[in-house]
C-alpha cells in the first residue's frame, strides 16, 4: 500500500516562512518524480500547480505564483519531499498536497498517489 503522508502546515503571518514535508511508503522513491499542489477555500474541484521535481532532484518546476519564493527538494534516502515556503501571502492560504507520478508534469492528472493534505494559512 502506497502511503504519503504531509506534515508542517499551520498558522503564520505574512511574510514568514513554512516548511512542508511529505514521507512516501509503499513505493521505490527514487524512481517517482514528486509534485505538491494547493486547493485554496471554495476551490473544491481544483488542485493548482504549485511544484515538481523528477526522480533525481536535476529538474525542479514552478509555478509562476511562487517562483522565487517556494523551493521543492528531496531526499531520496528518506522517502521525504519537502516545500520550502519564503514570503508568504495570504493568497498562499490553501491546503497542500503531495503527489507522486512517473514524470514531473503540472497537471494533478499525470499523477497516481496523493496525501492527505496539510492547511497552510497565511494572515495579513
Known amino acids: 500500500q502506497v502511503n504519503l503522508v504531509e506534515s508542517g502546515g499551520g498558522l503564520v503571518q505574512t511574510g514568514d516562512s513554512l516548511r512542508l514535508s511529505c514521507v512516501v511508503s509503499?513505493?521505490?522513491?527514487?524512481?517517482?518524480?514528486m509534485a505538491w499542489f494547493r486547493q485554496a477555500p471554495g476551490k473544491e474541484r481544483e488542485r493548482d500547480f504549485v511544484?515538481?521535481?523528477?526522480?533525481?532532484?536535476?529538474?525542479?518546476y514552478y509555478d509562476a505564483s511562487v517562483q522565487g519564493r517556494f523551493i521543492i527538494s528531496r531526499d531520496n534516502t528518506k522517502n521525504t519531499v519537502y516545500l520550502q515556503m519564503n514570503s508568504l501571502k495570504p493568497e498562499d492560504t490553501a491546503a497542500y498536497y503531495c503527489?507522486?507520478?512517473?514524470?514531473?508534469?503540472?497537471?494533478?492528472?499525470?499523477?497516481?498517489?496523493w496525501g492527505q493534505g496539510t492547511q497552510v494559512t497565511v494572515s495579513s
Open positions: 509503499g513505493l521505490t522513491f527514487r524512481d517517482v518524480a
Open positions: 511544484a515538481t521535481i523528477d526522480w533525481s532532484g536535476g529538474h525542479r
Open positions: 503527489a507522486a507520478g512517473r514524470f514531473h508534469w503540472r497537471t494533478s492528472n499525470d499523477y497516481d498517489y
